[in-house]
């Protein structure tokens, strides 16, 4: 228990005391337990004992931890502090990986990285009101991203919180979380805990995955039971997530479509990403010969340098494709909703062929044409069964007009990626990066900022499916350390966070705990000086710098060093690619402060358009 615990409790209450019975129950004194809940035995819920001589016991901190681990589930990310303290360190004490955060923002967003990565719910653990309103924003974004985690937070006491009668911590979350995620349930019994467990598994991972949210009010940890009747109210949960085989007559509708194309497309989405179908969808995209797009977070599912990727090749394939097949990817504003410009508007209808696990993904922007609702890999399985061994390669015109652009494109980056300016600008730092990344395709990229994003997104070349991960739909700022934390703790190979300088200052103190964890993550920061840019200039001639600016010339390394990391100020491509090198290889907590040209890049990046302007001068 911490200071600020003990001293601001009225009196040395429920807390103190299961801070003294966890120390017990790690010591296995079983017998002790009845007795060190005095308050618990008024409370106990009628199925449960207050049999002092029962030889085994469980409560409801254990129930919590024996439902996640008979689940599979064998890491938190969280946050301690009334009334969960305890249940980390028990936690920890049963033999989980307990990774604590300094945010729970960032812990959220680890569960969700871990959640996208495992295809099992990445649990987020928070206090009561503030600790569960921090941790919010990450169940939100991971339920926008179709990413399963499972936020679980302590919270007051119901009674008091319902008459609104202002106890520590007071508000009603469930009511507040549930708008918010895909599903919300608040478990009152420990006798519940294994129904309240699995509901919130089942509804992270199945159909559509998101955010589920778990609140277990204070006095439900204390509860007690017998431990027999405990483990019998636990549930193992069976096929959480169900293969959903799409209608054979769906999957014949979208073959005969496909069949008649002239210029078909595949675009690989996310969801693509998340299905772990990799085999299938790559024997799909070779079968067909079919030119394929991957949405940022679906690049290496086959390498970038796959002579069909289409990506240098973006803004013909868009226009000019008569037939497209989104595989777990929305027509939402990252693809201009299907229509305008980008898709070729004047060029002819396209026809779309869409497989998603959500019916009422359908249609969401434009018509359907095909769709194909199944799970990614019943689907594209089915799809390959219905090909056969004679379907006939997308048309060389089509193939070969694309070719010819891609390699144009290529060698005109490559010119600009060989430059080596002073200062660095974007593409000269990323041209190293993409160079280490090559000699290290297991590494993962975490990747955000805006200039930083979408350069790093089309130069930095990706080899392996699940290896990048970055802003998602939301195009939010503040993902990166979580990210990275959770992607060294779940696969332990090797992190290259790429940040801008405004993205990395969202989840910055999270250094401190990926050196607390050793983690072989390695964090480098395009500083220019802002968002965006770092030239803005105040008009009014105050003393304040602009809105956009930060302080000038910082040195993020510091940071790093200040917890015992390796900290790097590179100011050249050289400089860069050498630290990079030492950090992957070492696997040391590093960050490079990477000095770039604070003129560089554009203001919003690429997504300028959606940016209001005034019409109206002063
Ligand atoms: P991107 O941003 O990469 O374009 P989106 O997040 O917009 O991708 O789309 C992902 C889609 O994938 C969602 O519509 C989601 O329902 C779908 N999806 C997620 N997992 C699966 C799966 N296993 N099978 C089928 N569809 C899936
Ligand atoms: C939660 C708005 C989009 S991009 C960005 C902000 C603040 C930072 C851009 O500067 P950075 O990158 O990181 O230095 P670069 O490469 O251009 O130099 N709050 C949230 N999410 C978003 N998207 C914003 C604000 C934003």
Sequence with gaps: MNSYDTATMQSPTRAQERGLEAHRLMLGDCQQRCATFPEVKSETHPNMTNDTQSPEMTDGFHLVIDALKLNDIDTIFGLPGIPVTDLCRMAQAEGMRVISFRHEQHAGNAAAAAGFLTQKPGICLTVSAPGFLNGLTALSNATVNCFPMILISGSSEREIVDLQQGDYEEMDQLAIAKPL????????????????????????????????YLDLPAKLFAQTMTAEAGKKSLIKVIDPAPRQIPASDAVKRALDLLKGAKRPLILLGKGAAYAQ??????????????????????????????????????????????????????????LSHGKGKTWGQDKG???????????????????IAAPLIGDIGSCVAALLAGMGDGWTKAPADWTGAIAERREKNLAKMAVTLALRPSPMNFHSALSVIRDQVKARPDAIVVNEGANTLDFARSIVDMYQPRKRLDVGTWGIMGIGMGFAVAAAVVTGKPVIAIE????????????????????????????????????DKNPSGSKDVAPTVFVKNARYDKLMEAFGGVGVNATTADELAKALAEAVA???????????????????????????????KK
């Design 181 to 212: 995620c895909k599903a919300a349930f608040r478990v009152l019994h420990a006798e519940d805990i294994g129904v309240g467990i699995a509901r919130a598994i089942r509804a992270a991972v199945s159909g559509r995955p998101g955010g589920v």
């Design 277 to 334: 179908a990799d085999a299938d969808i790559r024997a799909l995209v070779e079968k067909t010969g079919i030119p394929y797009l991957p949405m940022s977070m679906a690049k290496g599912l086959l390498p970038d340098t796959h002579a069909q990727s289409a990506a240098a090749a973006r803004s013909y394939v868009l226009a000019e494709a008569d037939v497209v097949v989104l595989v777990g990817a929305r027509l939402n504003w990252l």
């Design 500 to 535: 801008g300088d405004s993205a990395f200052g969202f989840s910055g103190m999270e250094v401190e705990t990926i050196c607390r964890y050793n983690l072989p993550i390695c964090v480098v920061v395009f500083n220019n000086n802002g968002v965006y840019r770092g030239t």
């Design 349 to 367: 209808a396209k026809q779309f062929i869409q497989i998603d696990i959500s019916p009422t993904e359908i249609d969401s922007n434009v018509a």
């Design 586 to 616: 070492s696997g040391k907590p590093t960050l490079i402060n990477a000095v770039i040209d604070e003129t560089a890049g554009t203001e919003s990046g690429r997504i300028a358009s959606l940016n209001p302007q005034s019409a109206v």
